[in-house]
């Protein structure tokens, strides 16, 4: 999960030029190395000035966690803030931007630490920082980054998306810091048309007009998505947009359901929603009376995990966080207990969705020598594509080592196709081209126990 600065320069420069600087927690949800970690880092603050940049980074996370998803979702982050002190204040404006449209900033030049400028690549609103010397302060001060912003001690608007995000204190600060995010953190691109040279294919832009192909089918007429194009004429009129009021094209909207789901799924892939397991050694095991195995999670709020105990592949509980295992309950010799999380959460369109994420805790037990012989855990994911498909549906399941078995049912439960999966050397992907058109369910068994089923349509 976490990122990890390893580039020679970088690395030398730890010996170099090591510098450490004062860290405040901001807001904390559990461990660093099983959340999310924001960093938040100060640029053309002076030392008397570091106690506002943590007011102005507290207000930033308070923003943050108000807004949909990273408010249900904000047990999964941590806030962090490195206070770095500037010999002046504020930012550079050489005042080289060509597109100026507001009253010019002052010309200045700033002794900031991090060399955050106005009127880069000649846009007057395009604030950046230096990378280089930003990444050499994380490896020094807090290398389990996650997602960084750089909070510029100016009142005048701008910001910039990329490897980091950087915003400056204008009444918008927060809203274009949340904006930011949503490109250096999730990748997801602009909304409003910048230029030709920012319409590309992305998570939420495309030229695919065709409702049932486009990337956001699941989520068409709903919530306000759509196919919007970003322009009349020219370029623009050829490339589209999922919403007309998403955060990445207007301050103070929401994100759209696209971009949301997307959010939730990069905060998925980042982390897993198991927090904690019992027990935790393998050894010995008293089975004279029921033993509790017990999962904790990382909630949303509500909480929309779902959980799944399956003993030897039947399921024994999708309720409880806590399943009792007596000696009874066991075969001869090794018995595996698979714990599995699933996020049910209304802002993903699982039905119609390409990517599902598990997280799993598998404990083999063997009764015969009254043990636990070994504990693991696993978070993957299983991408489906195309869905629909005339013929050839492939998938893509991350992080599992085993093979597994797949097959088609239709809606009534009857198997219809199946076929055993070697997933190293044996093309994962199933043909569904002689079935009519309709909707069916592709089936996943894994030798742990682990089952998973879910909606496909074949055109």
């Not at 308070?62 to 949909?68: G, K, V």
């Not at 005042?95 to 900031?112: F, L, M, R, Y």
């Not at 397991?277 to 089975?287: F, K």
């Amino acid at each position: 999960m976490k990122k990890i600065v390893l580039l020679t320069l970088l690395f030398l420069s730890t010996f170099v030029n090591a510098q450490t600087f004062d860290i405040e927690t901001i807001f904390q949800s559990g461990p660093n190395d099983s959340r999310i970690n924001v960093v938040i880092l100060s640029d053309g603050y002076q030392s008397n000035e570091l106690g506002q940049f943590v007011t102005d980074a507290t207000n930033f996370s308070n923003a943050l966690f108000a807004e949909t998803p990273y408010k249900e979702y904000k047990n999964y982050f941590n806030v962090h803030a490195i206070k770095v002190p500037s010999n002046e204040s504020g930012a550079n404006h050489p005042g080289t931007g060509t597109n100026v449209s507001e009253p010019a900033h002052p010309i200045k030049s700033v002794d900031n630490y991090f060399g955050s400028t106005f009127d880069a690549f000649g846009n007057h609103r395009l604030l950046v920082s230096n990378n280089a010397t930003v990444f050499n302060v994380l490896a020094n001060n807090f290398p389990s980054y996650d997602i960084v912003l750089v909070l510029v001690n100016s009142p005048y608007y701008g910001g910039s998306g990329g490897e980091i995000a950087v915003a400056s204190l204008d009444v918008n600060s927060n809203q274009i810091a949340i904006h930011e995010l949503g490109h250096s953190f999730v990748k997801l691109l602009d909304e409003y048309y910048a230029t030709d040279d920012y319409l590309l294919e992305g998570i939420n832009t495309t030229q695919e007009t065709d409702p049932t192909k486009i990337k956001w089918t699941n989520w068409i007429n709903k919530n306000g998505v759509g196919i919007y194009p970003y322009g009349e004429t020219g370029t623009a009129a050829s490339w589209y947009r999922p919403h007309q009021n998403c955060k990445m094209r207007r301050l103070n909207q929401p994100l759209c359901s696209v971009c949301t789901e997307a959010t939730i799924e990069q905060i998925h892939s980042m982390t897993s929603p198991i927090d904690t397991y019992s027990p935790q050694n393998t050894g010995p095991i008293d089975l004279s009376t029921p033993i509790d195995f017990t999962i904790n999670t990382i909630n949303p709020l509500p909480n929309t995990l779902a959980i799944s105990w399956t003993l030897n592949g039947t399921v024994v509980n999708s309720e409880d966080y806590t399943v009792s295992i007596s000696k009874e309950d066991l075969v001869s010799g090794n018995n595996q207990l698979l714990a599995t999380i699933e996020d049910k959460s209304a802002l993903l369109k699982v039905d119609n969705h390409e990517t599902i994420h598990f997280a799993t805790t598998l404990w083999n037990i063997n009764s015969s020598t009254l043990s636990i012989d070994d504990i693991s855990t696993n978070s993957f994911d299983i991408k489906l594509f195309p869905n629909p498909t005339q013929d050839i549906l492939y998938f893509d399941i991350t992080n599992n080592n085993e093979d597994y078995n797949v097959f088609i049912s239709a809606i009534s439960g009857k198997q219809l196709i199946q076929k055993k999966i070697n997933n190293i050397s044996e093309n994962q992907n199933i043909r569904i081209g002689a079935l009519p058109s309709g909707v069916y369910f592709i089936n996943f068994t894994f030798e742990n126990g682990l089952k998973i089923s879910k909606k496909i349509i074949k055109e």
